[in-house]
Nanobody
Framework: QVQLVESGGGSVQAGGSLRLSCAAS????????MGWFRQAPGKEREGVAA???????IYADFVKGRFTISKDNPKNTLHLQMNSLKAEDTARYYC??????????????????WGQGTQVTVSS
């Protein structure tokens, strides 16, 4: 019913920036909670940032003001501006949507739609 496609990943040096985008299509509702997650090999998938229908935002502590999540409802797009990237940011980044507000928006189990992910590699 909902398809999510991420783009904007790539390889950058530490301190660089990337802007990830998530294009949503299908039966998209602006009330959905949207989030960005990331997963490195051998590690748990962790929440990066989430935004709800009221544009309330939650960030993971490790963002430290470096990342900004935003959405463009008319275009059904979600963005993640990543600045001052660090080597530990290296991971595959996923866009996700939840049709109902999750108990924990930063935990993957609360989301029912996922993109295929886009790889972010930061070299130090």
């Amino acid at each position: 019913q909902v398809q999510l496609v991420e783009s904007g990943g790539g390889s950058v040096q530490a301190g660089g920036s990337l802007r990830l985008s998530c294009a949503a299509s299908g039966n998209v509702d602006s009330t959905y909670i949207m989030g960005w997650f990331r997963q490195a090999p051998g590690k748990e998938r962790e929440g990066v940032a989430a935004i709800d229908s009221d544009d309330s935002i939650i960030y993971a502590d490790f963002v430290k003001g470096r990342f900004t999540i935003s959405k463009d409802n008319p275009k059904n797009t979600l963005h993640l501006q990543m600045n001052s990237l660090k080597a530990e940011d290296t991971a595959r980044y996923y866009c996700a949507a939840a049709t109902r507000y999750p108990e924990d928006p930063m935990t993957w189990v609360g989301y029912n739609y996922w993109g295929q992910g886009t790889q972010v590699t930061v070299s130090s």
